[in-house]
């Protein structure tokens, strides 16, 4: 057990750092900022000031202070089995923003580290979070039969990433709209069992920024369901995941509403109220290091989502000229 | 210009041919049935008596008789090229179900003929004839900016046909559910002015009928976008076309429904009221006859759609075991 | 029990009149149309010739025929009475369009004599055979408690009737949109168990074709709900019933949609296929006919309609001015 | 020109005080709160130390802190007038929640008092803020023709206050559901335009906490629509208003949605994401006090919502034993 609220340091405060602190800052009572650290200070005073939080120098300073109990990192992707193994060797909780890392042996380290240091390692996929996401779940589970076919697809309403962005760096963003959008599409799937033999993928590059901006994967499984993930940076946000059944279809639109569909019957959809998922996947963070409920994202799919994410986006770089290529996936 | 109402003979007095004459009989001002033929008379007569049909003994029966100006087969696909030519020869007008058939020679054949007899040949894709299909053309072709993604599924409640009908022979229905399903958003793209240069199948057989019933494809073009067709029998009712552009993106949902989504603005949907397709593409038959409108499928989307539908088949049979299969289109 | 299918014929060959054959004409195995009567034959000639219609000089004609077992009434609302005493007298089983009758005596003599004859008599309010009704009806009783506030309305596309339309005349429109459209709005909250002890209308004159298009009717009961029932003539169509109960809602919207909420859960929504209601109606009859099942409008909801719907006419007469004006009701 | 961000403090720091204060704090960057008053200081006391509020010990307190640029009342109805009277001779700018007052001279006294001192008197109508109600108000005034008719429901799913409430005492709440209800579904008309010359009311009291809970109001006005406002505490949350003309009708579905329908057009929807209506109306308050844009609800809008609110409370409190009563509107 540990003290309520949980104090924590954000590591990352750009735009997506301070959204995470803006989700529980003065709304929870068990998650609390109470200090940071990041890259350009001067971009982050301001809105440190506003929430009450203390600019540390950097992770070394923010893992030397005893009444931090852990971090939140909003670092870029690179950055994070490095920092992750230093804030579990300090005793430290981690929550670290998704991809959790580019490659399969960076996660099994991360993971590996956490473990050893009896700390908590929570994967920041929000849309696990959803009360949508989790009646999805139960309808492709429980009530559409043996699983066929899953299509995704989550596009943005941003083309592309500012140029002096971490983000738009292809170290830190290996197949365009993959690492900012398609990897909630993998973690969706995984979440359901997918475990990928193969991936064919078609990777496009349109727009002005220079960034693979149309992502189209085919993924093969041995026994399991044909999927499909796409994604396109720039026409406006769009979510949806379609899973169907032996017996039934299921769908998630957006983050609110599912949609269930079998022969014979009307279609049956639930609207869900709109939640906030990033208060909702921090104080699931702060419920597993006070031992009230584990995260319900483990290892083991932490580890099998960016081998699938990894699967993609090495198929999307060998992909000669727009054309397609195929890899085999670990998934 | 022709005689009103046009004057037509059912060939092929199965579910889907009576409901085509349903769909107009008693109702329509511009066409009518006025015979038919069909192979197990016994299963029509009932039927024909109540929609005041005379059943002929066969095609060339039908095709000898000088008050029929035009015939609609709902016949067995690879009868169609035949069954074309014969009537095209006899001076009669066409409307076939889809596939018209099952290779690009064969219908190149079938257009060749009609083109020769100087008789109309309308292909009877029903969903072109919808207000919502329309719109989202429309909304393809002028809101959402350059085309890059288009994913089509359509879904059926019916996991396979029944033993002793002619739909459930291989040779007629050569990959599972791409004849009477896949065939749909064929069309659909095709009339989104989609031009595929290879395609990547997977195709699936799991329930017990014995055909394949889930297939899933990439469909890449040169310069075009990236497209995904996926069709799974047996789930329930389902039809959704996702067209994603630079600047938009759309939805067909259903057959009455439409979306448009761009960032910074609200989704919009359109809902359009029931209509009647069978009646508006049988109607529309009757307008090219009378010279009132050309029908909307032309020769070179007609052979377009049925050359992608033959490479996607081809692909599906090539797969080795379920696995991925790239092929070759011309569609 | 009576042979299949009923052979009956239509009364009123107007354009509603019409509606109702071709729901059934060739379409269905138990009920077809085989005669008819109309004021103005010249106006349905073509109609007849097309769904092979023998018209007849009268009402009286058909009644002395021996193979027309029953009659579809789409005359004039006044003339209900008198033809159902007709029909019954004749031993001819009789459908009814609403409104059954414009007042309460008319009702009860016309179901005495229907009765009294041993025929059926059954009345045409569609909406009652809409799965989405009989959906929202379970939940209204089943699931959102003790009922409080039951609102409908339903409104058209139409600003009024042609002029040479009896529905102008003020002696069978009374209350504007109250006898095309409100009346199906009474009889949705009769089937509900609705039963008004007083009504406060205020009714609208606003369009040039004369006829009040606004009405707004307050309905008590001693120990239910509170009632309102809107219709205006004009705007587009509209259809919508809404329940409010101790426990949760429930709406229809719409011909085939439902919705029902409650604290702290999902709205759920239920979307049904499009169903023909006409015909649903009229094989319901010729289900009656013959015994299968009894019709679901009774003698006793079909007087208390047209009661309710008698107050809320009468008080919309009595407005002074387009104002309120309360009157006792029997519904 | 006032100083970035505005400071200002919360009065009553109950639920609703506690709502309005997170939608802001940390978060906006032209409004924050720096103090607060409460009755029971036990009950905030956590929750200030959260948002870093200095809890003061009164109104007076308050009033005489230089720091402190407004006052944002969430306090009992009924004490408002003298609150802001207090306020404004301090020439402090003042947020009131609705409803204002409970009378209309209380309501101009409270405008007279903020004109003189030259401060800003923001009613807090969040509904008014929402995308979607900008959207209905623009399809009522420009697309819909000449207005008809006016329907609007709101509903909650809580069927009455606790006991210890203020918002139980029968003086706060004068006709049950109508001050926390009912005064949005006023404010929304009159945002439309509505004069009010009569209201109809019947108002019933079912669930054991003891109020009404069950407003139904019929609404006349001498020249414009028809209007029906109607409210029951308990089922769930519902919110839902309908405006029919004489070309179109349109109606706003819960917080975000808006659909508009017009004879022989498809039904257009308009879906909005989620904003925070409260913060959107306190920093529209920040903005008509720095001089940005004046607020959107003026004293005359304010002043006939009130009088309206009186009107229909007046009559739901002579109504006997729950049947209809009739009283003169000014709204």
Redesign the interface.
């Known amino acids: 057990m540990t003290q309520t609220p949980l104090n924590v340091a954000i590591i990352g405060m750009g735009k997506w750092g301070q959204t995470l602190v803006?989700s529980v800052?003065?709304?929870s009572?068990s998650i609390?900022f109470v200090a940071g650290a990041t890259r350009t200070v001067s971009k982050a005073a301001a809105f440190a000031e506003?929430?009450?939080i203390e600019i540390l120098p950097d992770l070394a300073a923010v893992l030397a202070r005893d009444d931090i109990q852990g971090v939140v990192l909003a670092t870029p992707h690179s950055q994070h089995r490095e920092q992750i193994e230093a804030a579990a060797a300090a005793g430290k909780h981690i929550f670290s923003e998704k991809p959790l890392t580019l490659t399969g042996p960076d996660a099994v380290a991360a993971y590996a580290a956490a473990e050893k240091a009896g700390v908590v390692l929570a994967l920041g996929h929000n849309r696990r979070f959803l009360?949508?996401y989790a009646?999805f779940s139960h309808l492709v589970r429980e009530e559409?039969?043996?699983l066929?076919?899953l299509?995704g697809?989550f596009?943005s309403?941003?083309?592309g990433y500012a140029a002096d962005s971490w983000r738009s760096d292809p170290a830190e963003s290996p197949a365009g709209g993959m690492t900012g959008l398609g990897i909630h599409v993998v973690d969706a799937m995984i979440g359901l069992g997918l475990q990928a033999s193969?991936v064919?993928v078609?990777n496009?590059r349109?727009?002005d920024h220079g960034m693979a901006?149309?992502v189209?994967a085919?993924i093969?499984t041995v026994d399991g369901p044909?999927a499909?993930l796409?994604t396109?940076a720039?026409?406006?946000?769009?979510w949806?995941i379609?899973a169907?059944?032996?017996?039934?279809?299921a769908t998630m639109n957006g983050e609110h509403s599912v949609t269930f569909?079998?022969?014979?019957?009307?279609?049956?959809?639930?609207?869900?109220?709109?939640t906030d998922m990033e208060r909702a996947e921090l104080e699931a963070f702060a419920d597993a290091v006070s031992g009230t409920a584990p995260y319900p994202i483990d290892a083991e799919q932490g580890v099998r989502g960016v081998r699938l994410f990894e699967a993609i986006c090495r198929a999307a770089l060998d992909a000669p000229g727009g054309?397609?290529s195929?890899e085999v996936a670990q998934g």
């Open positions: 803006n800052q003065g709304l009572e609390r506003r929430q009450g009360p949508a009646k559409i039969g043996s066929r076919q299509i697809n596009s309403g941003v083309a193969e064919t078609v496009r349109k727009a901006d149309t189209t085919l093969e044909v499909v796409t396109v720039g026409p406006g946000r769009y949806r379609e169907f059944g032996s017996n039934g279809w569909g079998r022969a014979g019957a009307p279609e049956q959809i639930w609207n869900f109220a709109w054309r397609a195929r």
